[in-house]
């Protein structure tokens, strides 16, 4: 069977590893088992000039296969990708990180399943977390597979793994594409879609190993994170989404893992219970 058409999405900023982008660039576009046709990927802002050389070293050995564009200021993840979305050239797109791993024929399998389900507007799937190295694995974020179960889940915390997901353009542009929301881009994009009847799935299996660290978890806490997501539920309640009841546990929990968790404690409740469906 002929593969459809797709495009990835992803950007780099500058704190992003030069060797760790390279590794996440081969993940897409040498080790799969099916190959995209373009990656769109946004340089949100300046980067370092290792950066630099290994995406013009990129360029060269992919050509137009590799959209580079470079804003000239950093403007944060929703509008990098929202960029991404407006430039990818094809229906069906893809979203990468740009630090992790694809398993090789995690693009072959997504676009398998949209062939067999054409009403599916987006499709995710299972990730693994590691740290230093992709065969040190810490853990692993299960998340529901049927849209009823993904649409039930999301009313506490978010039942899609970002850097996993692909999705049909026109669907994400009608929900109103990525708009800026600190640490929050997907969720708020995913709540968006929902209000428009979009039919979601997550593959069973692993489709992205993910890196990880005490870092990751730590901006996984303090104020500004807690009031995003708790902007998020306060949305999702006057929207109707969720009840009063619901609103008040999430916050709750949100309070004491974010607010008052050391990043290391932090590290180890998301490992152990906010990483199980």
């Known amino acids: 069977m002929k593969m459809k058409q797709f495009s990835i999405i992803t950007s780099v900023y500058k704190n992003d590893k030069a060797e760790f982008i390279r590794v996440a660039l081969d993940s897409m576009l040498v080790h799969q088992s099916v190959i995209p046709d373009e990656i769109v990927l946004v340089q949100d802002g300046p980067v370092p000039e290792s950066t630099t050389k290994l995406l013009s070293e990129y360029q060269q050995r992919f050509g137009e296969k590799l959209n580079i564009i470079i804003l000239d200021e950093n403007k944060g993840l929703g509008n990098a990708l929202k960029l991404g979305v407006e430039n990818a050239k094809y229906d069906i797109v893809a979203r990468m990180d740009s630090d992790d791993i694809c398993i090789p024929n995690r693009f072959e399998k997504q676009l398998s399943y949209m062939e067999e389900h054409p009403e599916c507007d987006i499709v995710g799937g299972q990730i693994t977390e ?26 506490g915390r978010c039942a899609l793994n970002h850097p996993t997901v692909m999705f049909k353009k026109k669907s994400v542009l009608k929900a109103g594409n990525y708009k800026d929301w600190f640490w929050n881009e997907d969720y708020y994009m995913w709540v968006r879609m ?9 593959l069973p299996d692993v489709l992205v190993n993910m890196r990880s660290g005490l870092e990751q978890y730590g901006r996984r806490g ?4 807690f009031d ?17 009841k619901e609103y008040v546990i999430n916050y709750l929990e949100r309070f004491i893992i974010q607010l008052m968790l050391p990043s290391n404690v932090r590290g180890w409740v998301f490992r152990t219970f906010a990483r199980k469906s």
């Open 194 to 202: 929902m209000e428009q009847g979009c039919v979601f799935a997550n």
């Open 130 to 155: 590691f740290i230093d190295t992709p065969n040190n694995i810490v853990g692993k974020r299960e998340v529901p597979c049927t849209n009823k179960a993904i649409y039930k889940y999301m009313r």
């Open 222 to 225: 303090g104020k500004k994170y």
């Open 228 to 244: 995003s997501e708790i902007g998020i539920k306060k949305l999702m309640l006057e929207k109707g989404m969720i009840t009063h």
